[in-house]
């Protein structure tokens, strides 16, 4: 593990004497004296000699402040005594100079940023962040270049809680703030920032870049003027980027050069720590000797000044280097120890103990305590490769459960969707791991539990808050929502070149509301907080049938894992390998799939048979018609009904044996994610369908020209087509729909931004979505490619089918890939007949997808290409549509004609009624 990078250079540009106050009297030259150069005794004295004098309140200020500095360098107290005084002074130098007229706006603002600086140390960093936002409104108010220090100082916070996109929010608005004041030293530090923070994210080839023009403003000036600490930090970022891209020799080379710097500067915290780092390439170099003298150097250091955090990562690294030596008990008690050094409320030193959910809430620095919990359990699961003792399996499993308990608290601290999504990534090994771990005891229900942590989380959340929200005020739920579109509109503004400070401003807003909810309103804080997965009898009872089956996949490195069970069948977990094989064979069939190639009925059964093989032939039972699947990574790109589950010759598409001859087959994000959706009641509201047509190539997309779904005889049924068919009206009309079918142009956005879905007059993009609530029971996106999107470890595809399911729908149909527009249109009023009929809504895709296979005429118009397209997400069930009155069909099918009729009779009337009064004789 690499230590955070040290941020000492903060205090040097932060922790400063103030040299003036600017009172209406000055103090004396012999009290301004003292205080310039007094110990804390004199300042106290001071203190005392001037609190109750007139006139003196400037220099009061000022000797509280320069107090409160002397007492967090103190090295002689404790740690937590010394920043609880420096404190305690700096919160007295405030009032004092807040109440001062006029109030000098830059000395109050160094003061809060201190105040940041001490509460940070005590890893109290929304107590940190408060006090360095208020040091960023006192320096704007007075004109002070300063702000770009407390946008650094955020952007730390931000990135110590793993918040990496709200980070990079912050710095680049720092960035900007340096450009506008034209210093050039400022600017290279904010690059230097942000190329440690693309570090931070696992993102170094990037990080190069901002680093290296850091380096280069670093290195302009004359040598005698260069900041030594500003080179060695910079040179630490970039050998911290180099060692994660495997260079270790060029890692060691720039850690070697940071270090000199550090020594040169005179600080020697900073060069400690540097020294840590350099223990890391040299144990990846395979100098496991020199590593290790060099970080029981650090530690030594770090125990002798009681640095926890150095101490914790000082131990971390060398349990790496016992597990590359293969002692797995030594590395086991380092582990250990850098978790208690890092869990404050943890004391048991038994290695086979574990920190409780009180003591994990505690501790500030979670990410290095996943990154602890999550070694010690790797550790504890080689140790039974070398041993096949069973208990250190079920040790591991504890490590895990608690890695992922401090994941799902971190997820609760970041605001932005993007941090979450990284962290998703971030945490995928802790999963992969456990899997394999319950694997080997052969426990399929834990291993169910972390296949559930796994994925769909932050769709998890959203449907939580969208469940909350019913627990407060209609006006509340709406103010709610309203935020999160101004955040919206402020995060598309800034990548188009917009102000961060709006975006920031946005952020701040929601999270303060959302604080303010949970505040006031217990019950919405317990449903939005309070996130359960779902366990096997759960599932069984609340989703499933007797005729169904589960199949819930999770794609490791090396193995792909089938977990299965139904109402009668106990969890049953098996594993298959994920080679090269494996993945060409996927590839082969959705490339064919999405229009890639003319293979016949021959070749298909032969590409496809193969993946039938793989993913449920090891779980397959005949008894279960119906199947529930919760897919992993690209395999969601992969229709299993078109899969053939015997082996032949085929003479045409129409006799491959398809699963969908016996199987209703339908899909989930999650397990715990369907047992969350809320039923909105019975059949209320429109059933609405959104067809543009773009008969005249609008906006440059070709024309639809079979609109007709079926949905005319169903009633209740609303279009809006041609004109009318505005993204506005959708916005209006689509929360109140009980139904929603969009019949248009869609597009992943792969390679040209966002996905979106198409209106006459402009498309609506993907994370608008985010910002909607919708009370549907079913959308049908008819549309191309609306099930694909780039995907995100643990989360999936980020579709416009996700889109609408974070909106609130219960349930989606959603294409795989180019669908035509004819075989779609016969395929959706078969479709509706069928829901009409009473057959639930998986069921009735499918069955409309058979009555396709059994109308068409040829072997290539029974491809599954041009019906195997489309699937059905989410829980089935029948759906309460009812036949609408034929007389209101053939009404609104002519509903232009008689609306022009209308028009025209009310047209010949009035022309008729001037006639004659213009005409008097006309009416002899």
Not at 61 to 90: D, I, S, W
Not at 279 to 307: F, H, N
Request: include cysteine.
């Amino acid at each position: 593990m690499t230590y955070p990078i040290p941020r000492y250079f903060f205090l040097a540009l932060c922790l400063i004497y103030c040299t003036g106050a600017g009172a209406a009297c000055p103090p004396s030259p012999s009290v301004r004296e003292a205080i310039e150069t007094g110990s804390p005794e004199v300042l106290l004295s001071v203190i005392r000699q001037v609190e109750t004098c007139e006139g003196y309140q400037d220099s009061l200020g000022l000797a509280y402040h320069k107090l409160g500095v002397f007492y967090y360098f103190n090295q002689e107290m404790a740690p937590a005594e010394r920043v609880a005084k420096a404190l305690e002074a700096t919160r007295k130098a405030i009032a004092v100079r807040s109440g001062l007229a006029p109030v000098p706006f830059a000395d109050v603002g160094q003061s809060h940023l201190n105040m940041a600086f001490f509460h940070q140390d005590q890893l109290d960093y929304d107590q940190a962040a408060e006090a360095a936002s208020d040091a960023m409104a006192a320096f704007e108010r007075g004109g002070s270049s300063r702000v770009v220090n407390c946008l650094w100082k955020l952007a730390d916070i931000m990135e110590l809680i793993g918040d990496y996109r709200k980070a990079l929010d912050y710095l680049e608005l720092a960035r900007n703030k340096a450009i506008q004041y034209r210093d050039t030293a400022l600017l290279g530090d904010c690059y230097n920032l942000i190329g440690r923070t693309y570090n931070e994210q696992g993102r170094c080839q990037e990080a190069l870049a901002p680093l290296n023009q850091a380096f280069a403003l670093f290195s302009a000036p004359p040598p005698e003027q260069q900041s030594d600490y500003q080179l060695a930090s910079v040179q630490l970022n970039l050998g911290n980027a180099y060692d994660h891209l495997g260079r270790y020799q060029e890692a060691l080379d720039a850690y070697r050069s940071a270090l000199n710097h550090a020594e040169r500067h005179g600080d020697p915290d900073f060069a400690m720590q540097i020294r840590n780092n350099i223990g890391i390439p040299l144990k990846k170099l395979g100098r496991l000797d020199e590593s290790e003298q060099v970080l029981r150097e650090v530690l030594r250091y770090a125990t002798a000044k009681g640095y926890q955090k150095d101490m914790a990562a000082a131990n971390d690294n060398l349990g790496d280097l016992y597990m590359i030596r293969g002692d797995f008990l030594r590395a086991l008690e380092l582990y250990h120890r850098a978790i208690l050094q890092t869990a404050p409320g943890f004391r048991d030193e038994s290695i086979e103990q574990n920190p409780d959910k009180e003591a994990l809430k505690e501790a500030a620095d979670k990410k290095r305590l996943l990154n602890f919990l999550n070694n010690k359990a790797n550790a504890w699961k080689a140790y039974y490769g070398s041993t096949r003792e069973p208990g250190y399996l079920h040790n591991a499993l504890q490590c895990y459960r608690r890695a992922d308990e401090v994941a799902g608290l971190m997820r609760q601290e970041h605001s932005e969707q993007s941090s979450k999504l990284f962290w998703r990534h971030t945490t995928r090994p802790v999963y992969e791991q456990a899997i394999e771990a319950c694997y080997l005891l052969g426990d399929a229900e834990q291993a169910f539990f972390f296949m559930e942590k796994s994925r769909a989380a932050l769709l998890l959340d959203a449907l939580l808050a969208g469940n909350a929200r019913q627990a407060v005020p209609d006006s509340i739920a709406r103010r709610e929502l309203q935020l999160k579109r101004r955040l919206l509109a402020a995060r598309e503004r800034m990548e188009n070149g917009g102000d961060a400070a709006q975006l920031l401003a946005a952020q701040d807003a929601l999270e303060r509301f959302v604080d303010e909810l949970a505040k006031n309103y217990p019950a919405y804080h317990d449903i939005r907080y309070n996130l359960k997965v779902s366990g096997t009898q759960e599932v069984c009872s609340r989703l499933l049938d007797e005729e169904t089956q589960l199949v819930e996949y999770f794609l490791a490195e090396d193995f792909i894992y089938l977990l299965s069970f139904s109402p009668q069948s106990p969890p049953r977990l098996v594993r298959a390998p994920r080679d090269e094989a494996f993945a060409g064979q996927l590839q082969q069939v959705l490339a064919y799939l999405s229009g890639a190639g003319n293979a016949g009925p021959e070749a298909y059964q032969a590409m496809a048979y193969p993946l039938y093989q793989d993913l449920l032939e090891p779980v397959y039972d005949t008894q279960y018609r119906k199947m529930l699947l919760i897919p992993d990574g690209e395999l969601a790109f992969l229709p299993f009904d078109a899969l053939p589950k015997s082996q032949g010759q085929p003479g045409s598409f129409g006799q491959v044996d398809y699963l969908i001859r016996g199987h209703n087959i339908y899909y989930a994000y999650s397990a715990t994610v369907l047992s969350n959706l809320v039923l909105h009641g019975e059949a209320a509201g429109d059933l609405l369908q959104i067809a543009p047509g773009f008969e005249k190539g609008e906006r440059g997309l070709p024309p639809l020209s079979h609109i007709e779904r079926g949905m005319g005889g169903l009633g209740g049924y609303r279009l809006l087509s041609g004109a009318g068919a505005t993204r506005e009206q959708f916005l209006e009309r689509a929360s109140r729909a009980w139904l929603i079918h969009l019949t248009t142009h869609a597009s992943t956005g792969t390679d040209e931004g966002d996905p979106r879905i198409e209106f006459i007059d402009q498309p609506l993009l993907l994370p608008e979505l985010y910002a909607m609530e919708l009370s549907a029971q079913l959308v049908v996106l008819d549309a191309c490619q609306t099930n694909l999107g780039r995907v995100e470890t643990g989360e999936g595809a980020m579709s416009l089918a996700r889109g609408f399911a974070f909106a609130g729908a219960n349930s989606l149909i959603s294409s795989l890939w180019e669908v035509r527009d004819r075989y779609t249109a016969i395929l959706f009023q078969e479709f509706y007949q069928y829901l009409l009929a009473g057959k639930s809504k998986a069921e009735a895709l499918r069955q409309a997808k058979l009555a396709y296979l059994a109308q068409a005429q040829t072997s290539a118009e029974k491809s599954p290409r041009h019906w195997a397209g489309f699937v059905y997400i989410g829980e089935d069930g029948a759906m309460a549509v009812k036949q609408g009155s034929a007389l209101l069909a053939v009404i609104r099918g002519y509903a232009w004609f008689w609306l022009g009729g209308l028009l025209l009779v009310s047209g010949l009337g009035v022309w008729a009624f001037r006639r004659r009064k213009t005409h008097p004789a006309a009416r002899e």
